[in-house]
């Protein structure tokens, strides 16, 4: 039986069996490519700058039992279906959306509610990109030692000024857009092979440094202490089902253009296992480098980008060394952000190429033009703060809904099951759909739903 009339997208065959194993922008060489590329899009400033005081605020080692089985969920059914359907309709968010709803004959639906999920992307985009600038400038101020000898308020509050970062966030923008702009998934693939493992260890350095500061211990009980009483509280379970469902990065858009390029020979549950581990690892370990160190100095645990920005340059400057190891902690944290970025460009341009018909350069060029014009306009840290607001509670969590359910209802298990089915050897566990239509898709709706509530919880 034909596809529904309408159903089929520019570059992209409408049936899934018969699609071309390559996409026109290249596949990942190997599974341990595609993996380092997903934590790097996975690992970012939630892991950072949120986890570690988030752990110690909701019950130390306690706080771990639920946000594990969080992870365990979303990372197994919620990453699998956007790998999945990526690589089943061998295009990305656009195409793919309009795949799922052309099963109902509704394509044309489909390819219009692709565009939520597609500029959450590029919302967050726009948005991670000044971040990473600042990041980018504490980096110098570290090189340097202006970080380390001025006040470090007074430094971060002249980068979030108006246009106060504009060189450190075009560099940004010009790092991703290059890497971008020659080459698709190998340069995606080459570029995690080096940042991902060197986060890795520059973080597990630092956290082994961390650990011989006297007063260390305060840090590691914040951390490890487990504080029962946390999981009867509403608030430990809710703020565990974000840190989880947003670290892993599910989106509806971002991981769905990686499984575009991932070969049918691999077995995407256990890809996707893989990528949740290593994320809940770097989040680990970014708690074991960060919090024993403001505890060594008395300084006042917090979270966002005053831990970050503030809390540990005032830590760095009285550790021997300090500008060595501020150095590392901000080049670290630098890669993390541009692989982040990496994909929320690669989403977007994607997205474009197929959907426009146009060049891998002229998309990439626009969506740097674009993502650089609105990020001048709200460079200053406090529009740009409710521009991230907006984006990571409103559009990036309905757009992940819209992804659930229009994979698991919308398509359906038949479909999506021949190719999650694709590369096993084992047939999928019989639990796998049961957990994915009615507990997995009711959590996005929650977490929806609860990030307007609580004002965000992720």
Excluded at 350 to 375: H, Y
Excluded at 402 to 423: C, N, R, T, W
Aim: aromatic share 14%; hydrophobic share 55%.
């Amino acid at each position: 039986m034909g596809a529904p009339r309408g159903s089929c997208f520019p570059a992209a065959s409408c049936q899934g069996n018969n699609m071309k194993e390559t996409h026109k922008n290249g596949g990942f060489g190997s599974r341990f490519g595609f993996v380092l590329a997903c934590v790097g899009s996975a690992v970012g400033m939630g892991n950072i700058w949120l986890f570690p005081y988030r752990i110690g605020q909701y019950g130390g080692a306690a706080f771990l039992i639920p946000y594990l089985l969080f992870v365990c969920i979303f990372g197994t059914v919620g990453l699998s279906a956007e790998f999945a359907i990526g690589r089943r309709a061998r295009t990305g968010t656009l195409g793919s959306y309009r795949y799922c709803w052309a099963s109902r004959g509704k394509g044309g639906l489909g390819a219009l509610l692709g565009w939520i999920p597609l500029l959450g992307s590029l919302g967050i985009a726009i948005g991670y990109s000044i971040i990473v600038g600042w990041i980018l400038r504490s980096l110098w101020g570290s090189v340097s030692g202006q970080i380390l000898t001025e006040d470090a308020a007074a430094y971060f509050s002249a980068a979030t000024g108006p246009l106060g970062s504009v060189p450190w966030h075009c560099m940004v923008i010009l790092i991703a857009s290059a890497i971008l702009m020659f080459g698709a998934a190998k340069a995606i693939e080459k570029v995690n092979k080096v940042l991902m493992p060197t986060f890795f260890i520059l973080f597990a350095l630092l956290a082994v440094r961390v650990a011989m500061l006297p007063g260390a211990s305060g840090g590691y009980r914040f951390l490890l202490v487990p504080k029962w009483e946390a999981l009867l509280r509403v608030d430990t379970w809710v703020m565990a089902m974000g840190q989880a469902f947003f670290s892993l990065s599910i989106t509806g858009s971002g991981m769905i253009v990686y499984g575009t390029y991932l070969s049918k020979k691999e077995d995407i549950l256990h890809v996707s296992v893989q990528t949740a581990v290593f994320d809940t690892i770097a989040a680990v370990l970014a708690a074991f480098a960060i919090m024993p160190a403001v505890f060594a100095f008395g300084i006042e645990p917090s979270s966002g980008p005053p831990l970050l920005f503030i809390t540990l340059p005032n830590v760095f400057r009285q550790i021997p060394f300090g500008r060595v190891f501020a150095a590392f902690f901000f080049l670290s944290v630098a890669f993390a952000g541009i692989t982040s970025l990496i994909n929320m460009f690669e989403a977007v341009c994607e997205s474009w190429q197929t959907r426009f018909r146009i060049g891998r350069k002229p998309a990439v060029a626009v969506c740097a033009a674009v993502t650089l014009l609105v990020g001048l306009l709200i460079e200053e840290e406090t529009k740009m703060g409710a521009w991230m607001d907006f984006i990571t509670i409103l559009v990036i969590p309905f757009g992940a809904l819209l992804g659930a359910v229009s994979i698991y209802f919308v398509l359906g298990p038949k479909d999506i099951g021949e190719e999650l089915q694709s590369g096993r050897k084992a047939p999928l566990p019989g639990w796998f759909f049961p957990l994915a239509r009615f507990l997995y898709v009711p959590l996005a709706l929650i977490v929806f739903i609860l990030g307007i509530v609580y004002n965000g919880i992720g």
